[in-house]
């Protein structure tokens, strides 16, 4: 079957450490991947993209990696800050699909 | 410029009752999504436009309707509301060309079916 996985259990981290979230999926073939961050009461907002043909996204702080062998990808956050602390989601779409599929979301805390 | 709006933000509603989730969009974006989601789950798709007069169904669209008659609304409508039907619903729009292909959410509208 399909499915889209990332952890479940919260992660928490300290100021100013890297923040390091997993997304993996099984049967997709995605054409891109993509982050997003979710406050709580709001809706997703999104932060990163990265293509199947691509190793490696950076967006100031913020790094996404994709590897289609591991069929995973990974989102970093560096020198993190308590501001940083929300439900970031990762989400695919495959090639030539029109619908994108979410992950459930893992909750960062970073404390002062 | 307002990007993606919603209303109601809240409501309740009794078993069988029926409703309208309004959305709207001033981006000019040609897909237009409709998400559900429950506490600690992902987004699941309910319906999605590609384009006005277009519409097709997603993952869960059991309970639900929906009409594209312009390129700014896209309304969700529910019949015989089911406490199942309890969740956050979001609207989303996406801009298929030029390469970008971000989804742009809207705040949400909270409904409890009781």
């Known amino acids: 079957s399909q499915k889209i996985e990332q952890n479940s259990e919260a992660l928490n981290i300290q100021e100013g450490k890297t923040a390091t979230l997993t997304c993996n999926y099984t049967?997709?073939?995605?054409?891109?991947l993509q982050w997003y961050r979710q406050d709580p009461g709001r809706g997703p907002v999104f932060l990163l993209l990265i293509r199947e043909n691509e190793k490696e996204k950076r967006k100031e702080r913020l790094k996404v990696t994709f590897d289609t062998t591991l069929k995973q990808s990974l989102f970093h956050i560096t020198a993190s800050q308590p501001a940083d602390s929300a439900t970031y989601l990762c989400?695919?779409?495959?090639?030539?699909?029109?619908?994108?599929?979410f992950g459930a979301g893992t909750r960062l805390f970073v404390k002062a | 410029n307002a990007g993606v709006t919603q209303t109601p933000k809240f409501r309740i509603l009794k078993i069988g009752q029926s409703m309208t989730l309004q959305c709207t969009q001033d981006m000019n974006h040609n897909y237009m999504y409709w998400y559900r989601q429950d506490p600690g789950m992902g987004l699941k798709l309910i319906y999605y436009s590609v384009g006005a007069g277009i519409t097709d169904k997603g993952e869960v669209p059991n309970g639900y309707n929906v009409s594209r008659s312009t390129t700014e609304d896209f309304p969700l409508r529910l019949e015989l509301a089911a406490p199942s039907q309890t969740s956050v619903y979001f609207c989303a729009t996406q801009l298929t060309t030029g390469g970008r292909n971000e989804q742009y959410f809207g705040p949400g509208t909270r409904l409890t079916v009781t």
């Open positions: 989400a695919l779409e495959e090639t030539g699909g029109f619908k994108t599929i």
């Open positions: 049967n997709y073939s995605p054409a891109y």
